[in-house]
Every structure is written in C-alpha cells, then in structure tokens.
C-alpha cells in the first residue's frame, strides 16, 4: 500500500471477555451477530481472537466473515482452513491469518452466524459511541443489511474478543483496564481523541468488566456476571499484540461492595478489604505481570462515590488513601488523575457539577469526556 512496510502484528480493537448475566435463557440457535469496527491502522492481514474463556461448554460458530462497511465483499474467517470452527470452553482461540488491504480510518463489520444451540456464556457488556452492534434471527451472515423486523442492536460483545492487523513498526496499543467506569465510554472518547488530534500510530484496547474487583469474585448466579478476579483476568487480558503501555483504573468495587451477611449473604464484610491490601494485590497481581511484559504502567485514581448506595465515610477513607498511594508510588510510571480531574473542586467527596451520572458512581458522559483528555499526550504520541 504506497510503499508502506507492514511489519508486525498489533492489536487495533479490544474487549475483555467475562461470564455474560444469568438470565432465564442462556442458549441461541440460529442468530447472527454482528459488530462494526473502525480500524485506525493501515495494514493488510488481519486475524481474530475469539474466546469461550468462561464458558462451561465448547461452542461452535458455524460462520464468520468481515467486511469492509463501505465496500461490501465479506470473507471467511478460518480457522485450521474450515469456516465451521469449535472453541473448548476456558480457551480462547486465533483464527487464521486473512489477506485484508485496509486503511486507517475504515469500518470492517465482523458477523458471527450461530446454527446450532450455543451458550451465550463468554462475552462482555460495553458502551461508548464508538462500542455496538447488533443481532438478527436467521443466518444473514454474509448479508450486508439485516430485516429490519429480525434485527435488534446490542452492546453486548459475544466470542470476539481481539482483532490484530499486521501494520508498520511505528504502530502500538494502549491498554485500558478497568471495571464497568472502563467499560463505558472513556475508551471510546480517547480513541476518538487520538483520532481527531492526530495521535494516529495507537489503538486503545478496552479490558473492562462491570462489577469486578482486585481480590475476590462470585461464584453465584445472582453476581455471577460481576466477572472474575483481577488474577484470573490479568494474565489473560494482558495479551495485546504490540501492547507498550497500560492504564488500571481499578478496585472501587473491592470498597463499595462487601456490606455484611445480615443484609446481603453474598457480600459478608470478610471481603472488606484495607488499604494495604488493595495496595499488595495491584503490586502482587497487576504490576508483577506487566512488567515481566515489558510494559509501562499507568496507574488510574478511583472517582467518588458520595452518595452511592452504598456509600460510608470509612469507604471514602480507604478510597482517599488507595488514591495518595496511585499518585505518588514510584512503581508506577505515572498516575492518571481521574478523581481529581471529575470530582467538585469545592467537595471533592462528590462529582463536579454535571459530572454525576446520576447514581453518584458512574460518571455522565460529561465526565467521561473529560476523563480522555485528562490523559497525557506523551502517552499518547
């Protein structure tokens, strides 16, 4: 393309793969799922990570392809050369290598046809403007336009979990790890901001799981999709390709859970952590593993939480103090200050003005924005 070399493979899109929400029914037959993505690299091969990492049973998708949205042409996604591939529940798998001219800027529509029973147990919940997609019952896989009387849209992300492009040198990924403040809209804004201002030679991939903590997880239906424990997850959301840097905003949800068996027999105040170990399980899970990685770690500060549910001064304490020890622990190679650039200067226990999504943890969209551009160019550059 133009003289260009291509010459690695980069992750250019992301998301984290977790147990999906225990609903009545946990099984499709005979649907098609579709996401778009927009590609910010040019390149000209790409592959797909598809995962069952927390399935129970292996499942089959019966087909795949991906599109460019402009220039409808779809082409099969392989694995070991055959369009219908199985993926073993707790794996998750690379498909073959495709010839795929694409360049920077251009939106590919990657569609899955599911023919057979399949459970619907590996896939995570995302929003953002940049992050939907959709569905339709029937087999319209290689169709360019769903009926409109059998298509609904969607934000969750089943099976894909990692798109790579075989890109130039110069190329790289920033991983953004996190729970359901991740999983929501800064990522989108900051790849949106990358793209408008320039910073063109880095893909922002999103490892977020609503409701997850560092230290613990739930083995129950009822919080079942809250996700898994930061070790379980870390070592497998950690495998980007080209990745050099990662950003954790993490471990709000280790503070506001745990509220005592007498109210909730789930949630016993065992699980209440202290500061300090918050602080081992990030040294002793997250920056262990990033660094033998060999990557630059960034570490993000929690948002208040004044009027949460669940809300305690004791809970602000530990998240004030966990938040000093994010600022200024020479482990990290710098700190993203999201509570500092969110919060009202004037109570700094709550949101600033317009900030609060409403439920007084989630930030509005207001807040999200500003929390892309709360991050440093020289991250981004």
Not at 326 to 342: E, T
Request: net charge negative; hydrophobic share 35%.
């Amino acid at each position: 393309m133009n003289g260009q070399t291509f010459s690695k493979w980069v992750s250019c899109w992301g998301n984290a793969t977790s147990i999906t929400d225990r609903k009545e029914s946990i099984y499709s037959k005979d649907i098609t799922l579709r996401y778009p993505v927009r590609i910010v690299f040019n390149g000209n091969k790409l592959r797909f990570k598809f995962s069952n990492i927390t399935g129970t049973e292996p499942i089959t998708i019966s087909e795949a392809y991906v599109s460019k949205q402009s220039d409808w042409n779809p082409v099969n996604i392989t694995f070991n050369g055959k369009s219908s591939f199985l993926i073993p529940n707790g794996t998750e798998q690379i498909s073959d290598e495709i010839p795929f001219e694409v360049t920077a800027g251009e939106i590919v529509e990657i569609s899955m046809y599911l023919g057979d029973f399949t459970q619907m147990n590996a896939g995570t919940l995302i929003t953002g403007p940049l992050s939907s997609g959709k569905y339709a019952y029937g087999n319209f896989a290689k169709q360019k336009e769903f009926p409109d009387d059998l298509c609904r849209n969607t934000n969750w992300f089943y099976f894909l979990n990692t798109i790579d492009i075989f890109t130039e040198e110069k190329n790289r990924a920033l991983i953004c790890y996190g729970d359901s403040i991740t999983a929501q809209s800064w990522p989108d804004y900051l790849a949106i901001r990358c793209w408008e201002n320039g910073f063109r030679n880095v893909a922002i991939i999103r490892r977020a799981v609503s409701g997850t903590r560092i230290l613990r997880q739930y083995d129950c239906i009822t919080y079942a999709a809250y996700g898994l424990k930061g070790q379980t997850r870390f070592p497998v959301e950690m495998e980007v390709s080209g990745a050099r840097d990662v950003i954790i905003q993490h471990g709000i949800n280790d503070i506001i859970h745990p509220v005592g068996t007498e109210t909730n027999k789930f949630r016993p105040w065992s699980d209440m952590p202290s500061v300090q170990d918050l602080v081992e399980g990030v040294k002793s899970i997250y920056l262990q593993h990033a660094r033998k990685l060999g990557y630059k770690i960034y570490s993000g500060t929690l948002l208040p939480i004044y009027g949460w549910r669940t809300y305690a001064s004791f809970r602000d304490e530990i998240r004030n103090e966990f938040n000093n020890w994010l600022r200024v622990s020479s482990d990290f190679d710098g700190c993203i200050d999201f509570d500092k650039a969110v919060r009202n200067p004037d109570f700094p226990e709550r949101f600033g003005a317009g900030n609060d999504s409403g439920d007084h943890l989630h930030p509005s969209e207001q807040a999200y924005k500003i929390m892309a551009e709360s991050i440093p160019e020289d991250l981004l550059k």
